[in-house]
């Protein structure tokens, strides 16, 4: 039995040692005895994950920034929650981006927005949001930014 068809079995019953058998492969160059067929699904698997991860926080800056801005019923009990959630949200997503996610986030800048939207409708039982979403994406990750 070779050393890639015992990393496809390492891989069904154990992936955290798969990983580092990977791993140390890699470390090594010895690139031949890779089981590359779950490589391959596990990096794109990584990709997906960190741009969802990427969307999820930016979707919950976009929404404690429009209760922040619109719901004024609440306002005075929780600004200061919402502040603080967006200042979290936006370290966490800050310390994630890639200029890849960055690209990728700007391409679906309008699908978070409306996503967040919805959510917030939903809590607020508001419907008097812009319909276009009206903050760049530079405005929603920088620090100081508040409508």
Same mark, same amino acid.
């Given at each position: 039995? !070779?050393?890639?068809? #015992? ?8 992936? #955290? ?10 470390? %090594?160059? =010895? ?20 741009? +969802?991860?990427?969307? /999820?926080?930016?979707? =919950? ?10 719901? =004024?019923?609440?306002?005075?009990? #929780? ?14 997503? @800050? #310390? ?9 986030? =700007?391409?679906?800048?309008? @699908?978070?927005? %409306? /996503? +967040? ?9 508001? !419907? ?15 620090? @100081?930014?508040?409508?």
């Amino acid at each position: 039995m !070779t050393i890639t068809t #015992n990393l496809k079995q390492l891989y069904e019953t154990d992936e #955290n040692l798969w990983l580092e058998e990977t791993i140390e492969l890699l470390k %090594q160059k =010895q690139f031949n005895q890779l089981d590359l067929e779950n490589l391959i699904e596990e990096l794109i698997s990584l990709g997906k994950r960190d741009l +969802a991860k990427a969307k /999820s926080l930016l979707r =919950q800056i976009i929404i404690h920034i429009l209760l922040l801005q619109y719901w =004024q019923v609440e306002f005075i009990r #929780n600004y200061r929650h919402w502040i603080g959630e967006i200042q979290t949200f936006r370290y966490d997503l @800050n #310390n994630h981006l890639t200029t890849n996610l960055i690209n990728k986030l =700007q391409d679906d800048l309008e @699908n978070i927005y %409306q /996503s +967040a939207v919805e959510f917030v409708k939903i809590k607020t039982d508001l !419907t008097i949001f812009l319909e276009k979403c009206p903050y760049t994406l530079v405005q929603l990750l920088d620090e @100081n930014y508040l409508p």
